[in-house]
């Protein structure tokens, strides 16, 4: 591996529920959903880079509340290694951005609110961190920062 392939990426997810409902994008070829979001540019704020990503990805403006937690992704054999930051946010749309397509991704990625009471019937990565934040919803996002290490 050279060195140029070594670099570590920095990614948000954004964390957004309206109307007991979680704002996902799903993934068709692979049939999976995973939190909205995508990698921070060079110069880029935490809160600028969540801003950049929903408008992207849903038109949409985006608020931002705090991060709630922050999870390492290592896949060494794919040359794989991210940071995620799980930030927990709002936006200003709710069903105009229900099956939007991702343009980056056109014929495989759209956005799609889940119901909150249905989570564990869909196939969501990481799975591991499902019922945690369903939990934390439940108390108001009120705890710190949580490190989830390498869940799947």
Request: hydrophobic share 35%.
């Amino acid at each position: 591996m050279d060195e140029v392939a070594k670099k570590i990426k920095v990614r948000m997810r954004l964390v957004i529920i309206k109307n007991n409902k979680i704002l996902m994008s799903y993934v068709s070829d692979e049939d999976f959903y995973f939190f909205i979001g995508g990698k921070m540019e060079y110069g880029e704020t935490i809160k600028r880079a969540c801003e950049r990503e929903i408008e992207e990805e849903c038109k949409a403006k985006f608020t931002f509340k705090k991060i709630l937690y922050v999870r390492d992704f290592i896949i060494l054999e794919e040359n794989e290694h991210s940071l995620e930051l799980f930030v927990l946010g709002d936006v200003d749309k709710f069903e105009e951005i229900d099956g939007v397509v991702d343009e980056e991704y056109k014929d495989t990625h759209r956005e799609i609110w889940l119901d909150l009471n249905k989570l564990d019937q869909y196939n969501i990565k990481p799975k591991g961190l499902v019922r945690r934040i369903l939990n934390d919803y439940k108390n108001g996002f009120n705890g710190p920062i949580g490190y989830l290490g390498e869940i799947n």
